[in-house]
């Protein structure tokens, strides 16, 4: 038996996991495309790059640090709203939800705290797998009758 997760070819993500910490990024990266066979995870290190990759790539859920130089978390999301105003968003902080600008409360987005170990990227994993539902294939323009 694998440690793998419940992706399969029907349900593939791009993932775009943004954190200012490269290792932590790295690890991230790792974890969820270990763990989940239908997950690409593609990393940046700073806000600018990822509304740069964002306008290039298509991606279906975004993770992002909070604490980030130049650009925070919040400052991203609202960034990325105005352009993708349903894409699946994720902080990670190392802060207590409440400490977090009001406006990411407002956004929709999600929230996990940073913790060590793997527990963080379960958690992770799972909330996006959550967010992102797989496509059904099922189209109104399909139903005949």
Wanted: include cysteine.
């Amino acid at each position: 038996m694998t440690d793998r997760g419940p992706g399969t070819l029907e349900d593939e993500l791009t993932v775009l996991f943004v954190d200012d910490y490269p290792e932590y990024a790295k690890a991230g990266v790792e974890y969820l495309e270990r763990t989940d066979d239908a997950m690409e995870v593609l990393s940046e290190t700073c806000a600018e790059a990822a509304l740069e990759r964002l306008s290039m790539d298509a991606v279906d859920c975004v993770v992002c640090d909070y604490e980030m130089p130049t650009m925070n978390g919040a400052e991203l999301l609202e960034s990325v709203r105005e352009d993708h105003p349903a894409l699946p968003f994720i902080i990670l902080s190392g802060h207590e939800p409440d400490r977090l600008a009001p406006s990411v409360e407002a956004s929709a987005a999600v929230v996990l705290q940073k913790g060590s170990g793997t527990h963080t990227f379960e958690q992770l994993r799972s909330q996006i797998r959550e967010l992102t539902p797989a496509e059904t294939g099922f189209c109104f323009d399909n139903v005949t009758g």
